[in-house]
């Protein structure tokens, strides 16, 4: 309501612009760096279905889904130009977009077809291209050694198909595989070269209300007015039969983003050991301090061990525990 009353134009210099001018700037820069939709076809002539690698179709569903992303930003913006022009007729949600790019809002159309998120329009945009490059690379130059698991649409496909790999190489039933949880924090993203031989490195994790101790390798106290840290890289290692710890639940709130509220909300029981502390972190993108994060996947930490809940919210359940 706030942003509807605010002024349609920016007087007061020379270079002022109207709504419309604002609203067409944009458009335009938008549409100038959205990038292409991915070869589908080339993506399944390198990356065929294989019963052994799971990571194809991973990433073919994750190319289908950008695209159907892509695809409609692209085109919602080509009609609101040409309907800013008068070449066709402005319907009530060509104007709905209009505003909510006015507004620096991410369109309730484009939001509709793409991943959770509570970022501003602006940041949205430069999010979908660090995406739609780790895509890009991915097919460009084969599986990365290092996943970047907040870059995923769908990250529970991931981490299905992580453990789906590791089943079928040991011939063991997916059900009574699960992840064990290694920190790597002597390692960074470009010292590793090479994937584990089971199981995969992830990247793109933060802590909150905590920080890792590279010293003593394990978690503790925040540093001064820093609430969210950025986490080493984990080594997502399957287990046939893992168990998690047996004593000391306690029911923790879990969200699909930082909003906290409404139907992203749920309970999982996270696990206490006797005289320890176990904290929560969340898969997030960018820095949370710059920058409004939305969270996939939450986690409990204590030491070098961590208990990672992989939720379906949809169908209010855990996949993985």
């Given at each position: 309501t706030l942003l509807s009353l605010q002024p349609r134009e920016r007087s007061g210099d020379t270079d002022g612009f109207?709504?419309?001018?604002?609203?067409v700037k944009s458009c335009?820069?938008?549409?100038?760096?959205?990038?292409?939709?991915?070869?589908?076809e080339a993506v399944l002539q390198k990356f065929p279905t294989m019963y052994s690698e799971s990571m194809n179709t991973v990433l073919t569903q994750e190319c289908i889904r950008y695209n159907g992303l892509l695809s409609t930003v692209k085109l919602s913006l080509q009609e609101t130009l040409k309907a800013l022009k008068g070449l066709v007729v402005m319907s009530s949600d060509l104007e709905m977009l209009c505003n909510s790019i006015f507004n620096n809002q991410v369109p309730d159309l484009w939001a509709s077809k793409a991943y959770p998120?509570?970022?501003?329009?602006?940041?949205?945009?430069?999010?979908?291209?660090e995406r739609t490059k780790f895509i890009q690379n991915w097919i460009d130059d084969g599986a990365p050694s290092v996943y970047w698991i907040s870059g995923f649409f769908f990250p529970q496909a991931f981490l299905t198909g992580t453990l789906q790999n590791f089943a079928r190489k040991h011939k063991y039933p997916i059900d009574i595989v699960g992840f064990d949880f290694i920190i790597k924090d002597d390692q960074t993203a470009k010292t590793l070269t090479m994937p584990p031989d089971d199981g995969?490195?992830?990247?793109?994790?933060?802590?909150?209300?905590?920080?890792?101790?590279?010293?003593?390798?394990?978690?503790?106290?925040?540093?001064?007015?820093?609430?969210?840290?950025?986490?080493?890289?984990?080594?997502?290692?399957?287990?046939?039969?893992?168990?998690?710890?047996?004593?000391?639940?306690?029911?923790?709130?879990?969200?699909?983003?930082?909003?906290?509220?409404?139907?992203?909300?749920?309970?999982?029981?996270?696990?206490?050991?006797?005289?320890?502390?176990?904290?929560?972190?969340?898969?997030?993108?960018?820095?949370?301090?710059?920058?409004?994060?939305?969270?996939?996947?939450y986690y409990a930490c204590s030491g070098t061990h961590v208990d990672l809940f992989v939720l379906d919210l949809t169908h209010r359940h855990e996949l993985i525990a």
């Open positions: 109207s709504q419309e001018e604002i609203i335009q820069e938008i549409l100038a760096i959205l990038p292409s939709t991915f070869d589908l998120s509570l970022k501003p329009l602006s940041s949205w945009v430069t999010d979908l291209l995969c490195y992830i990247r793109g994790l933060y802590l909150e209300g905590a920080c890792w101790d590279y010293e003593n390798h394990v978690l503790t106290e925040s540093r001064p007015k820093e609430l969210f840290t950025e986490l080493p890289i984990v080594w997502l290692k399957p287990v046939q039969f893992r168990k998690a710890p047996a004593s000391g639940a306690y029911n923790c709130p879990v969200y699909k983003t930082l909003l906290r509220a409404g139907n992203n909300s749920y309970y999982p029981k996270f696990k206490l050991a006797p005289k320890r502390i176990y904290l929560l972190f969340q898969s997030t993108h960018m820095h949370p301090q710059t920058s409004n994060t939305h969270a996939v996947t």
